[in-house]
């Protein structure tokens, strides 16, 4: 067959995989932006292979991605970044199609803020095996050949990537949406209106505040005590003409899902300028996450522009 004629059969077949690999990528690399280098990568692997070679084009590409991903973990630049501490997941909006299978509890925990901040505390090969078994349902023996690592290797890697993940995980399982939306509305009208000791009771004793600054210093800012959580909430809540001029103009403030969690979005115009995710348990707040820097931000403002929003909790912040 004609390579060129081979090359036209085989894109498509490609481009069928590229949901289902981006979201292996994200929930490798914690980045939309890093997931679509990966797979644009794995494409032309794919282009420069012989593919009359390959049996099983799906497990290919899949051991293709995987390794891109974990090159890219190991890399200097990598370790450099995620270790000043200015490191947070990208969040997406619920429907993205990187946010992949969403079928099983474990599918849609692998991917939640929380679950995608944990996986870096693990090693390389840890979260390649996590995100495969936990995501993707591969067998040991699939994983073992996608790593090129043992059977055995590949259960003990598991075993110690769950118990660190349990171990650090906070929340309490899933979350029905309308207590959930209930708890985040409360919130918001508490911090806006100044209700402290409201937005204490909101907390649970142990809730953690992370913000990434807008994107204007170099490390995440921590907050870990409910009081103060609900006293930076009530200064960050509050309106002023420098936030305004920062956000470019007066943000509608709408409820939205994002990475499966509950999240408030400040949006001016059609574009996504903050957003605000919150982690639950016990039907309490155990994490808020600011997030505004634009960089983080730029594949959910996209979903938001082909979003049809409800109507907003806030018009005009």
């Known amino acids: 067959m004609d390579s060129t004629v081979t ?10 995989s590229r949901n289902r690999l981006a979201s292996l990528a994200y929930r490798l690399l914690g980045s939309a932006a890093d997931a679509e280098d990966a797979v644009q990568d794995a494409f032309l692997h794919w282009q420069a292979a012989d593919r009359q070679l390959i049996k099983v084009p799906e497990a290919w590409l899949t051991k293709v991605v995987t390794n891109l991903c974990l090159d890219r973990l190991r890399s200097a630049r990598a370790r450099r ?12 909006l619920d429907g993205d199609p990187m946010l992949g299978p969403a079928d099983t509890f474990e599918q849609r925990e692998s991917v939640s803020l929380a679950v995608l901040t944990l996986v870096e ?11 495969l078994r936990e995501a993707f349902s591969y067998s040991h023996a699939e994983i073992a050949g996608i790593l090129d690592i043992t059977e055995s290797a590949s259960q003990q890697h598991l075993h110690r990537a769950r118990r660190r993940i349990i171990a650090a995980r ?14 985040v509305e409360e919130f918001l009208a508490a911090a806006a209106s100044g209700r402290t000791e409201r937005l204490v009771a909101l907390l649970t004793d142990d809730a953690t505040a992370i913000s990434d600054g807008a994107g204007l210093t170099e490390k995440l800012v921590r ?24 956000a470019g103009g007066t943000p ?3 409820y939205a899902l994002v990475n499966g969690a509950p999240a408030i979005l400040f949006v001016v115009g059609d574009q996504v300028v903050g957003a605000v995710t919150f982690d639950l348990a016990g039907g309490r707040i155990a994490t808020v996450r600011g997030i ?4 983080r931000l730029t594949r959910l403002a996209e979903a938001w522009r082909q979003h049809e929003p409800g109507t907003p909790l806030v018009s005009q912040w």
């Open 252 to 254: 509608a403030i709408h």
């Open 292 to 295: 505004a820097a634009p960089a």
């Open 7 to 16: 090359e036209a059969f085989d894109t498509p077949r490609f481009e069928a």
């Open 81 to 92: 970044e995620r270790a000043v501490g200015a490191w947070l997941p990208e969040p997406l």
């Open 223 to 246: 907050f870990d005590t409910a009081r103060r959580i609900a006293a930076v909430a009530r200064a960050g809540f509050t309106p002023s003409p420098a936030k305004r001029r920062l």
């Open 170 to 183: 906070r929340g309490g399982g899933e979350v029905d949406p309308a207590s959930a939306r209930g708890i």
């Open 121 to 131: 505390r693990l090693s390389p090969c840890e979260r390649a095996v996590y995100v």
